[in-house]
């Protein structure tokens, strides 16, 4: 018996096996939180995208409804995030000092939860963009 106990105590057959399993979750969770801040940045970019489109829209067809602009703002999100953008447009005559021109400003903001992986609550996203119009 205490030749088996001498032998085991010295072996060192396994050790990979252990380290391996105190060292891979971490590792897991490096990786999926990795990819929950790319997932992150890439709603924050697609929703930049969709206000500067939004804007160069509502250049572009100035007799445009707000609902119209939000619609398309809404079309220009990545894929499965259309619904949940909400769209704000605030106009402001006295932008530029002269009453012939609006400045519209298209706020377009979105929550953002991450998976789990990553111990923090869920975040609003905000992206702004400005439609200067004459009139």
């Not at 990979?16 to 999926?32: I, Q, Y």
């Not at 939180?33 to 939004?54: S, T």
């Not at 298209?106 to 992206?127: E, Q, W």
């Amino acid at each position: 018996m205490l030749k088996l106990a001498f032998r085991l105590g010295t072996s060192d057959r396994g050790v990979s096996a252990v380290e391996f399993a105190l060292v891979a979750p971490v590792l897991l969770m490096t990786l999926l939180g990795a990819i929950d801040f790319g997932r992150m940045f890439y709603l924050r970019q697609g929703l930049e995208y969709a206000a500067q489109a939004g804007a160069r829209y509502y250049v572009l067809n100035t007799t445009a409804a707000s609902s119209v602009v939000t619609a398309y703002v809404q079309s220009k999100m990545p894929a499965g995030t259309e619904s949940s953008v909400t769209v704000d447009l605030v106009d402001n005559r006295n932008c530029s000092g002269s009453p012939q021109v609006t400045c519209t400003n298209i706020t377009a903001t979105i929550s953002f939860a991450f998976a789990g992986f990553i111990p923090i609550g869920p975040m609003t996203l905000r992206a702004s963009a400005q439609a200067i119009r004459l009139f």
